[in-house]
Every structure is written in structure tokens, then in C-alpha cells.
């Protein structure tokens, strides 16, 4: 199981090196987010392993850069998220 980290998010936003502490503590939050709306006892583990790594890593880039570049909705996470959300959550539950 190889989850994004905070790295290769750097990388792919060409962001600076000091900005390692923020990007891990908001895909720790993705990932929480992401686990507790799906389910509410499982772990990062257990999500990946039913549904798709693929899926679930580009969902923690789409939160971790509306959360870093502010671009969160007054609704909420953009479409892009929303719809890997929804995928994720359906996966799991077809699982």
C-alpha cells in the first residue's frame, strides 16, 4: 500500500520544503475525513484495501490543495473531491 505523502505533494504543487509540517497535517486530515465519512470504526488500511489506493490518494491531493490554496467551497470540497468521495464510499460499501 503506498499512500501519497506529503513529498510527493510538494513535488507535484512545487511547493517549498517548509511547507512539510502544513501539507502532512492536512493529509492526516484528508485521511481522517475520508476514513470517518466512510467508516466511522475503520482505519486508512481498511478503506484502501476495499475500495481503490488510486482513488483514494487522488481524493487526499483534491482536499490537501483546496485546503492549502483556500479554495474550499462555501458548501464544502469541490466537485472533483465530492465525486471521489462518493466513489470511495460506494466502493466500500459494494465491497
Known sequence: MAI???DTIINE???DVSEKAQIQSLI???QDYIVSTTDKGGTVADVVVKTNENIFNQAVRSIVSSLYFGNVEQSGFGIQSMVLLNSIRNMYKGA
Open 28 to 30: 492526516n486530515f484528508a
Open 4 to 6: 501519497v505523502t506529503a
Open 13 to 15: 504543487l512545487h511547493l
